[in-house]
Every structure is written in C-alpha cells, then in structure tokens.
C-alpha cells in the first residue's frame, strides 16, 4: 500500500514539474485541443512538434483508433485479391478499413459471372490465424431494364459514418454491348446505381440514375428515385442522392437529343428492312435534324421538294422539305459507313432527276450504284 502510494504521489510531481514552464502548459493547451478531434493530420504535427511530450503513448493509440481508409481493386490490392480468390471470386470490388484497433476487409461480388440477379457481400476480420469470415449477405440486383446484362463495378468506393454508424459506399454500372443488327446501333442504355452497405447490419441502401451513354463519356438522364435530399428521405437517401448530384459524368436529358433520336428510331421501326413502300417521318422545326438539314452541303432541290443529305448519331439520312405543306419530313435512313472503305456502300450524294423522284448515288468497289425514291409514291425504287 505504502509502496503504491509513493509511486502516486512520484507522478503527481512529475506532472506538477512538468506544468511548470511556459511551453509545457501551450503542450497541454494544445494535447487538449487535437485529442477531442478525429483529425490525424493535427494529431501527428503533435508529435512532430513534441517528439519526447508524455502524452505520446496517448496520441498514438487515438491516431492507431482512427478508421483508415484505402479504396482497392482487383487491379490494385493484392491481399484482397489472394483472400477473395481463395473464395472463388474473380469480379469484386474491396476496401479494408480497420475499426477498435483491428482490421476489416469487405468486399462485394456479382454471385454469377454473366447476367448476375444478385451480389454477395463479405466481411473479413483479422485473427491470429489470418483473416476470418465473420458476415456475408445476398441482395439483389438493382435495375429495372432487364436487357441491360453487362455488369460492372466502377471505382471510387469508400467507407462513411453517418449517423454514427459505419457503411460501405460502392457504385456498379448495368449496360449492354447488344448492336442492333438494323440500324447498327449498340444499346447505350446504362444503369448506375449508388449503394449504402452497413458495416454491422443487413439494410442496404441504393439509388439508380438511369440513362444513355453519349459518345462524350456523359450519361445523359435522370434519378429514378422519387425522393429529394431533404424532402423526406433518409440521412443515408439523402448521401446517396447527393453523391448522384455531384458526379460530373452524370448529365440531364438533352430534349433536342431525345427528339433526335426518337425521329430515327421511329423511321427504322416503320421501315422493315427490304420493303419498298416507305413510311415517312414528320420532324418537327425543334428538331436538331432540321437544323442539320439548313446546314447541309449535299443538297439538291426541285419544285416540289428540297431534300439534304446528313448524317447524325452513325446514321446516314435524308430530310425533305415539302413545300407545299411545309413540312420537314425524314424519308430514309441506314447506317453510316467509312468513307475510306472502298468495299462499303458509301451513299455518295443525292438529286432530283424530277420533280418527286430522287436519286441515291453509291460509291462500292469504285462502282456507281443508283437508287430511287418516289416522294410522291413513298416507294424506293
């Protein structure tokens, strides 16, 4: 008893000594300001700054408590790759974080390698035997376009506190490289969708924003979620849709695009390929197809009609102006080609050789192929 109380009594003067000085009490003063925070920058210019101070021990096991995040890959983390490999998973996405001073993995997996309905998500500890797993969870999907079948995780993915809880923010992509065998089109449409996975419980957490690749990079649409940050959505709602509001790649859809390519999508589901009697597309004056068609320089022009040559989204195609109704109308469409690919029938130019009848004018193995529309009839001849 005698014995511990002079050891008590040994260090309250040693801390009486050591308040003495001038820069000990701006030590204590600024010990105190740095340890209330989770801010391990501040915490280590500590330590810079007081390399032998008696609060080192404290400072380091504060800064050892800090949850460390280090987003990782399949392309970039090598113990993640070793540990989920050995669980027979090749596509993932995994971020270690480490939390009470022991370290975590998780890591997410599509639970078949072509059109996957649902992920996986596994949680690793470390042990003194090596990494242990202590969770997985099954969830499903998330789309609403069944023909999107090209599953993808993109990057960026990081741990968040919110509300005092820990979760997993991760993102994955649902696409298509389906080409329309018609038009030659490859479906654009893309699914993103933002993810909250909580690092203790099941209730996971996502928003869709869902739309067109543009040939910019940008996905060009809308969030398909009915709630707004703020209006009577959730803490986590609100940092998922806010996370969808900020990403740069991510645009509003474009109603002169939309038109755009409504106008051709409809012409190639009026025409089947092969028939001879055409059904023509009204476009409006919005539309940029008519701008495109003022800006042409392959045009040609009779009394009836003027019609110009143009190409838009990989499609070669033939608006005309009736003059008599004053009406923009699109009359033909097919899939642009190379130029440069002599084997390729390159639709060269047009003109009237009457007042309906307008030529079309190949080029294909460096030989002239001509073809007819009868704008009157509405037949290709």
Not at 136 to 151: A, G, K, R, W
Not at 214 to 225: C, K, V
Not at 346 to 360: G, K, P, Q, R
Request: glycine letters at 4%; aromatic letters at 12%.
């Amino acid at each position: 008893m005698k014995k511990s109380l002079f050891i008590l009594l040994s260090l309250l003067f040693i801390l009486a000594s050591y308040r003495v000085s001038g820069q000990k009490k701006s030590e204590i003063k600024q010990y105190k300001a740095v340890i209330g925070q989770d801010n391990r920058t501040s915490l280590e210019k500590f330590l810079k700054k007081y390399p032998e101070s008696l609060f080192r021990p404290v400072i380091e096991r504060k800064i050892d408590s800090l949850e460390r995040v280090a987003c990782t890959t399949v392309r970039s983390n090598e113990k993640a790759t070793e540990l989920f490999a050995a669980e027979g998973y090749s596509n993932f996405i995994a971020i270690p974080y480490r939390r009470e001073n022991i370290e975590y993995i998780i890591g997410v997996f599509p639970t078949a390698t072509t059109s996957p309905h649902s992920l996986k998500a596994v949680t690793l500890r470390d042990s003194p035997g090596g990494m242990d797993k202590i969770r997985e969870l099954e969830f499903s999907l998330y789309t609403n376009d069944e023909s999107l079948d090209v599953f993808t995780f993109l990057p960026e993915s990081h741990i968040v506190t919110i509300e005092g809880k820990l979760y997993y923010a991760f993102k994955y992509m649902n696409s298509s490289n389906v080409i329309d065998e018609r038009s030659k089109w490859k479906n654009n449409s893309v699914e993103v969708i933002f993810n909250l996975l909580p690092i203790t419980d099941s209730t996971l957490y996502n928003a869709m924003f869902a739309g067109e690749l543009t040939e910019s990079g940008e996905i060009e649409g809308a969030s398909m979620e009915a709630t707004q940050p703020g209006a009577s959505s959730t803490l986590q709602m609100d940092y998922l849709l806010k996370l969808m509001n900020t990403t740069p790649t991510l645009i509003p859809y474009s109603e002169a695009r939309i038109a755009e390519k409504n106008a051709i999508s409809n012409w190639y589901e009026r025409n089947l390929a092969g028939t001879d009697t055409l059904s023509f597309i009204a476009v409006n004056e919005n539309n940029p197809l008519v701008n495109f068609y003022k800006e042409s320089k392959y045009r040609d022009i009779s009394n009836l009609y003027s019609a110009a040559l143009i190409e838009s989204m990989q499609t070669t195609l033939i608006c005309v102006y009736a003059k008599q109704t004053s009406q923009y109308l699109l009359i033909w469409c097919e899939p642009a080609v190379d130029k440069n690919d002599t084997s390729a029938k390159y639709l060269n130019t047009i003109y009237f050789e009457s007042n309906s009848s307008l030529v079309l004018y190949y080029d294909q193995d460096n030989k002239m192929i001509k073809e007819r529309i009868n704008i009157h009839a509405r037949r290709k001849q």
